[in-house]
């Protein structure tokens, strides 16, 4: 059982669109985060938020809490964005334990 | 920038081997974290710890799995007898006030 669930699972897009990733979780929770995973596998913490909307450069996180729902948005999307984009929520009642999603793999083509 | 530290970055094992992986927290912060992802899988929890001790554990942290802080600033994770399944990334991370910060990991590969 999954509980989180992100879409699109795979994603390729032309350099300066605009990117919309989705994560849906089925428990309540106390955050959410989004990380970034490089091909090479480091992981990179993007956003931690529990509530609203959240903006670093030209990535945006907004969550809705009632929904169950937290969208990562890239502006002006460049090569170098390409790398898997994951969701993990910490349940509020697990303490700080993380549960992932799988991961929607980015492609940004020049 | 702080950052979380891990050795080795590749460790190749045989079945039945013990193996410890070591992590360096960033040094203010006070949970410390271990996690696995399998080659293709999710990120998956093992093991939370605080205050020098366990505070959570996840069901793949069986008795094959221990934590430690033996000197106060290194966090190991031991696997007493590999199997192979136990392949995968293992990630060290670390929590401060709002983020996680994750190691680079280490790659087990059990033969």
């Known amino acids: 059982k999954n509980e989180v669930e992100q879409s699109p699972q795979n994603l390729t897009a032309q350099e300066g669109e605009f990117i919309t990733i989705n994560c849906s979780y089925s428990?309540?929770?106390?955050?959410l985060h989004w990380l970034q995973q490089h091909p090479g596998g480091g992981i990179v913490s993007l956003f931690m938020?529990?509530?609203g909307k959240k903006k670093h450069g030209r990535l945006i996180a907004t969550i809705n809490i009632q929904e169950k729902h937290s969208s990562l948005h890239i502006t002006a999307s460049h090569p170098r964005d390409s790398a898997v984009y994951i969701c993990?929520?910490?349940?509020?009642?697990?303490?700080?334990?993380?549960?992932f999603g799988t991961g929607t793999s980015l492609t940004v083509i020049p | 920038e702080p950052e979380v530290t891990q050795t080795p970055s590749h460790q190749v094992t045989q079945m039945g081997q013990e193996v410890i992986l070591r992590c360096v927290p960033i040094?203010?912060?006070?949970?410390f974290y271990w996690y696995r992802q399998i080659l293709g899988q999710k990120v998956e929890f093992l093991v939370s710890?605080?205050?020098?001790?366990?505070?959570?554990k996840s069901e793949i942290f069986d008795d094959q799995f221990s934590v430690e802080r033996p000197d106060g600033s290194n966090f190991t994770l031991k696997i007493r007898s590999t199997k192979l399944e136990d392949s995968a990334m293992y990630f060290c991370?670390?929590?401060?006030?709002?983020?996680?910060?994750f190691g680079p990991g280490t790659r087990l590969t059990v033969t």
């Open positions: 710890f605080y205050n020098n001790e366990i505070s959570e």
């Open positions: 993990a929520v910490r349940r509020e009642d697990t303490g700080n334990q993380f549960y």
């Open positions: 991370a670390t929590t401060g006030v709002y983020e996680q910060y």
């Open positions: 428990v309540g929770i106390s955050a």
């Open positions: 040094s203010n912060h006070l949970y």
């Open positions: 938020l529990s509530s």
